[in-house]
């Protein structure tokens, strides 16, 4: 079936199908962590008032290609945004509420760190309109904390959360795992001790060196030692799964947990491959006009983005996804989530099915489950998933 004969329609409602959400990113931190590969900065005087005002006519913008379209959700992200002024938030959302109509329980959600966090302005974020937090928390020694560049330690880590869960029903928070000198006991400890912790949701993560951050850089010259090999990651991560199971968070992706019903609903619209807006310094976005899906970019520099807002030109990359581009991606997406694929989806974007040879294979040999309908990757294929997108992407 080739996608020349599909109607039109399949095609270009195709975001429908996950739904459409909305990122905001703040660039500012505290200080800046040694492993973070993120747009950013530290500085030492933010302009509220300002950066309130960019985001309002930035959103007036991007409303103006995407009017009347029902609201999902709403993610802070950054960056810490529990460093922006409660009515900065209140303002971002109030004029959200104007542009788009909103589902009937959207969720809200802002990133935090401990540093960050005070009772007085988590209750703003709370009067906002926020209603989901997603806590850094990374580590629960105080040795690692600071090995990971964490400004706060294990004790503030603690009231903080305490402050968020006061204030909010929804609390996540993230760990690193396979850090250096780490064990898989100690590991096992840790995380076992975060789920007696833990509301709904755990976002848990292998520490991963990327180029350009001051983690990459000491492992070129082979100063960042103690990391554990493979086979020692590979064992915290299949314990992590069997640990989170047993405590009813099921890993709904392959770094998420949650109790069924509390998954991220706005990650969810990117790995089911929805559309979504990003605004802010650097700010990714997936967006469909007129029938054609989008990859957009934003400015990286906050400078040079609160500039270019005065004359709309914040976003600086607009490129077309071919349907065939739209297939590879909702396989990259959508392979990570414990929910897998529609295959007449994938075959309605790319004009043709994957490869069968391909899918014997890797059901042979235990990597996916595959059915008329679906295409799931197995536990063992998570493992190594990377590979198995690969095999599918490639056949």
Not at 295 to 305: D, H, K, M
Request: hydrophobic letters at 40%.
């Amino acid at each position: 079936m080739r996608s020349a004969n599909l109607s039109p329609v399949v095609l270009t409602d195709d975001w429908k199908n996950a739904g459409f959400g909305l990122y905001i990113h703040w660039p500012f931190c505290q200080a800046k962590c040694p492993y973070c590969d993120f747009n950013s900065h530290v500085v030492a005087h933010i302009d509220q008032k300002a950066w309130a005002r960019a985001y309002v006519a930035e959103l007036d913008r991007v409303a103006a290609e995407l009017p009347g379209r029902t609201l999902n959700t709403i993610f802070f992200g950054g960056g810490t945004p529990s460093l922006m002024h409660p009515d900065t938030v209140a303002a971002v959302l109030d004029h959200v509420r104007k542009l788009w109509p909103m589902a009937n329980d959207p969720e809200i959600t802002l990133e935090a760190n401990p540093g960050s966090v005070e009772a007085g302005k988590f209750r703003g974020f709370r009067d906002a309109g926020v209603n989901r937090i997603s806590m850094g928390i990374q580590a629960l020694n105080d040795r690692d904390l600071k090995r990971l560049g964490r400004i706060h330690s294990v004790a503030e880590a603690m009231a903080a959360f305490d402050i968020a869960r006061d204030c909010f029903d929804r609390v996540s928070f993230d760990l690193i795992y396979a850090r250096q000198d780490q064990t898989v006991s100690a590991w096992e400890d840790e995380l076992k001790q975060a789920l007696t912790l833990a509301i709904d949701h755990l976002s848990l993560y292998q520490l991963t060196i990327e180029d350009g951050t001051a983690f990459g850089d000491r492992y070129q010259v082979g100063k960042l030692r103690g990391l554990p090999d493979d086979d020692a990651a590979a064992d915290m991560y299949a314990l992590t799964q069997d640990i989170c199971a047993d405590a009813g968070f099921l890993n709904y992706e392959v770094s998420n947990h949650a109790r069924p019903g509390s998954e991220s609903r706005h990650n969810l619209i990117y790995w089911r491959y929805g559309d979504y807006a990003g605004i802010g310094p650097g700010a990714h976005g997936r967006v469909t006009i007129d029938g054609q899906r989008y990859a957009t970019e934003c400015l990286r520099a906050p400078g040079a983005w609160l500039s270019a807002v005065e004359t709309g030109r914040a976003e600086h990359i607009r490129d077309a996804i071919s349907h065939e581009e739209q297939a590879q991606e909702y396989l990259l997406m959508g392979l990570r989530i414990r929910e897998g694929i529609d295959r007449a989806r994938y075959e309605a974007l790319a004009g043709h099915p994957l490869d069968q040879a391909t899918l014997d294979h890797l059901t042979d040999i235990g990597m996916i489950r595959a059915n008329r309908k679906k295409i799931i990757v197995s536990d063992q294929g998570f493992m190594v998933l990377n590979s198995v997108i690969a095999a599918l992407a490639n056949a």
